[in-house]
């Protein structure tokens, strides 16, 4: 299974790769940013102004995607906890029953007569 993703990610990465490369070589040209209560502007090449926005598209997805399975994960450890409460139960049963039964045998030997005939007789 590992085999099979490495191939999968080398036959996506690897065109990724060579789009953002050709990308990054042809667009080098620089480009005025500004922000609107600020007088400042500054002039940056292209493919840093892209590559940063899919940087920070990136942060906020990855955030995002957190963010919301953290009900999951909560589902996720309420369900182990009563799971290991479950298992604690049954294995307090188990040692219960075998108390139990070994409780039976041992008043069930008691109450047994005599087999031999000269320890009964004493």
Same mark, same amino acid.
């Given at each position: 299974?590992?085999?099979?993703?490495?191939?999968l990610?080398?036959v $996506?990465?690897?065109?990724?790769?060579?789009?953002?490369?050709?990308?990054? *070589?042809? #667009?080098t !040209?620089?480009?005025?940013?500004?922000?609107?209560?600020f007088?400042?502007?500054?002039?940056?090449?292209?493919?840093?102004?892209?590559?940063?926005?899919l940087l920070?598209?990136?942060?906020?997805?990855? $955030?995002?995607?957190?963010?919301?399975?953290g009900?999951?994960?909560?589902? *996720?450890r #309420?369900a !182990?906890?009563?799971?290991?409460?479950?298992?604690?139960?049954?294995?307090?049963?188990?040692?219960?029953?075998?108390?139990?039964?070994?409780k039976?045998r041992?008043?069930?030997?008691?109450?047994?007569?005599?087999?031999?005939?000269v320890?009964a007789?004493?």
């Amino acid at each position: 299974m590992r085999a099979i993703a490495k191939i999968l990610g080398i036959v $996506i990465g690897l065109p990724i790769i060579i789009v953002s490369v050709a990308f990054a *070589v042809a #667009n080098t !040209e620089p480009v005025s940013l500004g922000l609107y209560p600020f007088e400042t502007v500054v002039a940056v090449p292209v493919v840093l102004l892209v590559f940063v926005v899919l940087l920070i598209g990136f942060a906020i997805g990855a $955030i995002s995607a957190f963010l919301g399975a953290g009900r999951l994960r909560r589902r *996720v450890r #309420n369900a !182990e906890f009563r799971l290991r409460q479950m298992e604690m139960t049954a294995a307090r049963i188990k040692r219960e029953e075998e108390a139990a039964k070994a409780k039976e045998r041992q008043e069930a030997a008691l109450q047994k007569p005599a087999d031999h005939p000269v320890l009964a007789a004493e």
